[in-house]
């Protein structure tokens, strides 16, 4: 019943800037946090940012920390992601999930993920 729908992936330039959404329904906004992942081909899914239910709380993985901004609009049900000066190193599917543990930077630990939109840096 809940389903999570990434846009926004494309191909880009070294130090272009990309928005993705996730659009969410059912209950993944009454979640402890929402969360985006990634995953580039042979590597494991690893964590980017999270953010609590009201948007009051943020983290980000080191390698983003600076460059990417996660947030949401709870009236449209849709978390957010701001990317920006990417580099090659971030080209990756990207997917968004829910948990309802306050485990976020556990890909296990997560009930639901969205299907994943590809982002692409040429460098």
């Known amino acids: 019943q809940v389903q999570l729908s990434e846009s926004g992936g494309g191909l880009v330039q070294a130090g272009d800037s990309l928005r993705l959404s996730c659009a969410a329904s059912?209950?993944?906004?009454?979640?402890?946090?929402m969360s985006w992942f990634r995953q580039a081909p042979g590597k494991e899914r690893e964590f980017v940012a999270a953010?609590?239910?009201?948007?009051?709380?943020?983290d980000y993985a080191d390698s983003v920390k600076g460059r990417f901004t996660i947030s949401r609009d709870n009236a449209k049900n849709t978390v957010y992601l701001q990317m920006n000066s990417l580099k090659h190193e971030d080209t990756a599917v990207y997917y968004c999930?829910?948990?309802?543990?306050?485990?976020?930077?556990?890909?296990?630990?997560?009930?639901?993920w969205g299907q994943g939109t590809q982002v692409t840096v040429s460098s």
């Open positions: 999930a829910t948990t309802y543990t306050g485990r976020y930077r556990n890909v296990n630990a997560y009930d639901y």
């Open positions: 059912g209950r993944a906004f009454s979640s402890y946090f």
């Open positions: 953010i609590s239910r009201s948007g009051g709380n943020t």
